[in-house]
C-alpha cells in the first residue's frame, strides 16, 4: 500500500480527449517527495526547451502535496506548474482552499493537462469516475461564478472547483486559476489552461488517505496544533503585526495599513506617501473593510482564517486574503472601497492581484509621459477609478490597446518602444514584484529576489528576522528559543547583528553569512511546497509550528520511509537544482539573476557580485549559474548532466559554461 | 430492570455557527479517530460530523449524524434563518436513504455520532479551533440505560445491511459465518 500519497496520476490527454489513471513509481517520491519535486521531475522529462508556453505539449500539472489529505494543520496546497507565457521559465504558483486534499481523496496525487482541446470543456473528477464536459455555456463568465453553476448543474455541493475567468480563456499573461477564496495567480498560469481550453477542473473524492504511522504521526500533529495555539497566544515582540504571527500576512484582520501605505508605492510603484495615514483616512478605511466584511474564513483544516467573504454593496460576494486587498487601490491612488470593488471583478476575470494593477498603472504613466496618447485609450473616462476598470475591461478582453496590456509590463513595453521600456521598471525576468522601492541595498533580499525562481519574495523570504532589535539583550532574548535554527550558528549570526556600525548592513551580515541564511531560508520554502503545507505555517514567519527539525518525523511517520534532517536538505537540495536546470535548458543565465535595477537607491557592485559568486558556488553553480556537473552527480542528477553537455551547456569535465552555447541560450 | 433510576453525565455539544471558519478540521480528525487502526486513514465523507459549508452564502453550520431512518421522510422541512435559506432536510441528522449524508461512502452502512467513546472530550471539539464547538456536561438522574440498548443498536446495524441488501443476502451471510465460528 502506498501511504501519505494515493500512488496515482490522472493523466488528460486534452486533444483526443483521452483520460488514463497512470500509477507513479515510489521511488521517484522518494528522491522528489511530491507536488512541486515530482512535477520538476515530470516537466524536465517532458517539456523541452523547445516547446513554447502555449504549445500542445507544455503541461498543466495541478499537484496536490505529499503530505495532503493527512492530519497535519495547514497541509492544504495545490501547486500548479507549467511553462510561463510571460517567463518563459517554470511557473509554479500555489493555491490554498480545499482542492488539494480532494484531489487525493478522490485517489490522485496529480492531473497532468497535455495537448488542447477543440473546444472549451471542464474536467470532472468524481473518485474513479473522470470525464471531459462542455463548457460552452459557460464561456465568458466569471471564475467564481462558474465554479457556482458547476456544482449546481451536477449537483454537487461539496465539490471543489479550480476555474479560470475571461481573462484565462483570452490568455492574459497574468491570468490566475481561481478556487474560491484561494488562487494561484503567478506566472500566468491561468493563460495556459485557457489556451489548453479548459474552463474548470472539478473534483469530489471520498476516499481514504493512509498513514504508515499513526499513532506517531497523530502526535506530531497534536504537537503542532499546541504550538500554533502557543504563537497565536505569544505575539513575536518587537517587529510589525504582520511579522509577529503565525498564518500569511493577516490583511483580512488589520485595520492599521500605515505601514504598507507609507512604505509601499503607489502608481506603477514610483511614489511614496509619506504621512498619507491620517485619523480621518483610517476611519474611513475601518468603516469600509468593517461593512464589507462578512466573515473571516480558513483553508481546509487550518485554524488561522486569513481569508474573508467580501460583500461591496451591489456586487455578487467573493473571497479576498492577503495583499490584494491594498494592490488596487494603490495602483490607482484611490481608497480601499475602490480596491474591494474593482477587486470583486479583477477575482472573477481571474487575474494576478500584484501584476494586474501595475499593469493599468503602468499604461496610465506611458499616456501621461507622451508614449501613448489618447488616441490609444478610446472613450476612456477622465477619473482614475474609471480608467483602472476601463483598462481592466480592455485587458480582459485584449481589444485594442489591451491586447498589447495583456502581456504584461515586459512584453507591453517592448511592443509599445518608444521608451517604454523605462516604465516597465519594477520586473524580475519579466515578471512584475511587489511596489516596493528603498534606499540601501540589503545583501540577504539582493540574492533572494536575484536568485529565487519563483521570483516572488514573500515566496522565499521568512524564517530569519527582517532586520536586527536595536538592543544586544532583545536580540538575545529571542534567540532563547529559536529551535527552529538547522544550526546554532543562525542564533549567532542574528545575535552579533547591530542596526548602525561595523556589524550592520550592508557588510554584515558578512557574504558567507548571507549565503546560510537565504539557503535555508529558500529550503523551507521548496520543502513547504513539496509537502504541499501552507508557507503561513512554515517557511513564511518567524518560529513556525513546522521546521527543519520536525519535518523529517512528519515525512517518515506518513510515508513509512525513512527521512532523516540529512536526507530532507538532500531531496530539496536535488528538486530545487532541477528548478534551476529547467530553467538554465531554456535559457536563464547569471544576467538574468537581478533585482529590479531601482529597487535599490544605493548599490554595491562590488559586495553584489561577491554575493552572487560565493552564492553560486555554495549553491554548486558555476560562475554564470549553471549547476556543474560534480553537484549534478552528488544529487544523482546525472541525467540533467548529460543533457546539458549535449546540448552545449556545459562541457564534459569542465565547469564552465561554453561560450558557445551561453551565446546561442541567451534570451530575447 | 425498567423504572430503575441512576446518575447520567449528559454530554451536550454546543455549537457557535457565528464561530465557524469552514475549516472543516471536525470532519477531518472525526474520520482519523474511526479508522481501524485509529488514525491511520482520513476521509471525511465518513466523518459523523459534516459542515454545511457555503462561503458565498455565509452558509456554516455543523450538523451531528444522528439515528438511522429506514425510509424518508414525507414531510420536509426547509428553513430561511436571517434571510438565508438552506437546502432541505438541512439540520436533520438522520442517515436517510434521501441522502448521501452520513453514510460510508463504499457501504453505504450509516455513521453516528458517539460523542469519540473513550476519548476525554470529543475530538471535533478538541480540534475546533475557533471554539465554534464547545462540549457541556451535567448530571441528571435518569432511567438506568437498559442492556436491552445495545442489542437495539446491533438491530439499527442490521436493519441498515437488510434495506441496502435484502434479507435473504443478510441471512445467508449470517448463517455463513456461524458456520465459521
Ligand atoms: S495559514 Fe491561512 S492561508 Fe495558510 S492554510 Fe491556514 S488559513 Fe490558509
Ligand atoms: S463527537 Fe466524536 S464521533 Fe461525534 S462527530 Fe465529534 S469527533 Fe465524530
Ligand atoms: S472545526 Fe470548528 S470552525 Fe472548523 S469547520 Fe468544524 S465547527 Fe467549523
Redesign the interface.
Known amino acids: 500500500m502506498r501511504y501519505a500519497e494515493t500512488g496515482y496520476n490522472l493523466e488528460v490527454d486534452l486533444t483526443r480527449g483521452n483520460i488514463e489513471k497512470v500509477a507513479t513509481n515510489p521511488k521517484e517520491t522518494e528522491l522528489y517527495l511530491g507536488g512541486l519535486g515530482t512535477n520538476a521531475k515530470i516537466l524536465w522529462d517532458r517539456v523541452p526547451p523547445e516547446i513554447e508556453p502555449f504549445s500542445p505539449e507544455n503541461l498543466l500539472i495541478f499537484s496536490a502535496g505529499l503530505l495532503c ?3 497535519a ?1 495547514g497541509c492544504n496546497r495545490t501547486i500548479v506548474t507549467t511553462i510561463s507565457p510571460q517567463t518563459k521559465l517554470m511557473a509554479f504558483s500555489m493555491m490554498g482552499g ?1 482542492f488539494a486534499p480532494e484531489l487525493k ?1 478522490a485517489g490522485y496525487d496529480k492531473v497532468i493537462l497535455r495537448g488542447k482541446s477543440p473546444n472549451l470543456v471542464y474536467l470532472w473528477i468524481n473518485n474513479g469516475k473522470v470525464e471531459l464536459r462542455d463548457a460552452a455555456h459557460i464561456k465568458g463568465k466569471g471564475a ?1 461564478e462558474t465554479a ?1 453553476i458547476i456544482r449546481k448543474e451536477l449537483k454537487q ?1 461539496k465539490a471543489q472547483v479550480a476555474a479560470i475567468g475571461l481573462a484565462g480563456e483570452n490568455r492574459v499573461f497574468f491570468a490566475s486559476i481561481e478556487q ?2 484561494s488562487s494561484a495567480s503567478r506566472g500566468g498560469i491561468g493563460a495556459v489552461m485557457g489556451d489548453k481550453g479548459v474552463k474548470a477542473i472539478v473534483v469530489r ?7 504508515a504511522k ?2 506517531e ?2 502526535d506530531l500533529c497534536n504537537e503542532v ?1 499546541q504550538y500554533i495555539q502557543f504563537r497565536n497566544d505569544n505575539p513575536i515582540p518587537g517587529v510589525m503585526p504582520i511579522l509577529a504571527g503565525l498564518g500569511s500576512p493577516q490583511e483580512m484582520k488589520v485595520h492599521d495599513e500605515k505601514w504598507h501605505t507609507e512604505n509601499f508605492m503607489w502608481g506603477n510603484s514610483r511614489v511614496r506617501r509619506k504621512g498619507f495615514w491620517t485619523d480621518e483616512i483610517a476611519g474611513e478605511w475601518m468603516e469600509t473593510l468593517d461593512k464589507a466584511r ?10 488561522m ?1 486569513c481569508g474573508a ?1 467580501i460583500s461591496m454593496p451591489g456586487l ?4 479576498m486574503k492577503c495583499f490584494t486587498k491594498l494592490t488596487y487601490t494603490m495602483g490607482a491612488f484611490s481608497n480601499l472601497d475602490f480596491g474591494l470593488k474593482i477587486a470583486q471583478r479583477a477575482t472573477e476575470y481571474g487575474v494576478d492581484g500584484f501584476s494586474a494593477p501595475q499593469v493599468m498603472a503602468f499604461a496610465l504613466e506611458l499616456l501621461e509621459n507622451g508614449i501613448l496618447s489618447d488616441k490609444d485609450f478610446p472613450d476612456m473616462p477622465q477619473d482614475n477609478e474609471g480608467r483602472f476598470y476601463y483598462l481592466l475591461d480592455k485587458i480582459v478582453r485584449r481589444e485594442g490597446i489591451g491586447d498589447v496590456l495583456a502581456d504584461g509590463t515586459h512584453w507591453a513595453a517592448e511592443a509599445i518602444g518608444n521608451g517604454a521600456e523605462d516604465y516597465a521598471h519594477n520586473n524580475i525576468k519579466k515578471h512584475e514584484q511587489l511596489p516596493l522601492k528603498l534606499s540601501m541595498l540589503n545583501p540577504i533580499y539582493f540574492l533572494m529576489y536575484s536568485t529565487g525562481e519563483k521570483m516572488n519574495i514573500t515566496q522565499i523570504e521568512g524564517q530569519f528576522p527582517q532586520a536586527p532589535y536595536p538592543k544586544r539583550e532583545h536580540r538575545e532574548a529571542f534567540v532563547k528559543d529559536w529551535h527552529h535554527v538547522p544550526d546554532e550558528k543562525f542564533k549567532q549570526y542574528f545575535v552579533d547583528w547591530e542596526p548602525r556600525g561595523e556589524k550592520s548592513m550592508p557588510f554584515y551580515p558578512t557574504v558567507d553569512m548571507c549565503c546560510d541564511i537565504v539557503d535555508w531560508q529558500e529550503k523551507m520554502h521548496y520543502i513547504d511546497d513539496a509537502l504541499g503545507m501552507c508557507a503561513g505555517l512554515s517557511s513564511f514567519p518567524l518560529k513556525p509550528p513546522y521546521h527543519i527539525h520536525n519535518y523529517p518525523k512528519f515525512i517518515s511517520a506518513a510515508t513509512g520511509f525513512d527521512m532523516d534532517e540529512a536526507s530532507l536538505s538532500q531531496a530539496a537540495k536535488r528538486y530545487r537544482t532541477l528548478v534551476r536546470a529547467i530553467n538554465i535548458r531554456r535559457g536563464m543565465r547569471r544576467k538574468d539573476d537581478q533585482p529590479p535595477k531601482n529597487h535599490w537607491k544605493k548599490r554595491f557592485p562590488e559586495l553584489e557580485k561577491e554575493l552572487l559568486d560565493t552564492y553560486y558556488r555554495f549553491k554548486g553553480w558555476n560562475d554564470d549559474g549553471i549547476p556543474t556537473q560534480a553537484s549534478l552527480h552528488e544529487l544523482g542528477l546525472d541525467y540533467v548532466s548529460e543533457d546539458f553537455v549535449k546540448r552545449g551547456i556545459l562541457t564534459e569535465g569542465e565547469d564552465a559554461p561554453s561560450k558557445v552555447a551561453a551565446a546561442q541560450q541567451e534570451t530575447k | 430492570m425498567k423504572g430503575k433510576k441512576e446518575k447520567k453525565t449528559i454530554k451536550t455539544i454546543k455549537i457557535d455557527v457565528d464561530k465557524c ?5 471536525c470532519e ?2 472525526c474520520s ?1 479517530f474511526h ?1 481501524e ?10 466523518s459523523r460530523i459534516r459542515i454545511i459549508r ?5 452558509l ?1 453550520v455543523p450538523v451531528y449524524a444522528g439515528e438511522y431512518a429506514v425510509a424518508e421522510c414525507a414531510g420536509r422541512d426547509k428553513y430561511t434563518i436571517d434571510g438565508k435559506e438552506y ?1 432541505e432536510c438541512s439540520f436533520c441528522r438522520a442517515s436517510c436513504p434521501s441522502r448521501d449524508e452520513f453514510k460510508e ?1 463504499d457501504s453505504g452502512l450509516p455513521l453516528k455520532c458517539d460523542m469519540c467513546e473513550g476519548e476525554e472530550e470529543p475530538l471535533c471539539v478538541k ?1 475546533c ?2 471554539d465554534a464547538l464547545i462540549l457541556q456536561q451535567r448530571e441528571e438522574e435518569g432511567e438506568a440505560q437498559d442492556p436491552q440498548d445495545e442489542l437495539e443498536n446491533l438491530e439499527i446495524g442490521l436493519e441498515a445491511l437488510a434495506d441496502k441488501y435484502g434479507m435473504e443476502k443478510i441471512k445467508d451471510a449470517v448463517a455463513r459465518i456461524s458456520k465459521k465460528v
Not at chain 2, 471558519?21 to 478540521?25: D, I, S
Request: aromatic share 12%; charged share 15%.
Open positions: 489529505g493527512t492530519p494543520t480545499f481523496y467564481i457556482e455541493p474560491g477564496r473524492g471520498t476516499q481514504d488517505i493512509h498513514v499513526p499513532a504521526y497523530m496544533m462578512t466573515r473571516l474564513i480558513s483553508c481546509y483544516n487550518c485554524p482564517t467573504t455578487p460576494t467573493y473571497m | 471558519n469552514g475549516c472543516r478540521a477531518m480528525i482519523a479508522a487502526p485509529k488514525y491511520s486513514s482520513n476521509n471525511p465523507a465518513r457555503e462561503p458565498l452564502r455565509d456554516y437546502d461512502p480540534w479551533p475557533h
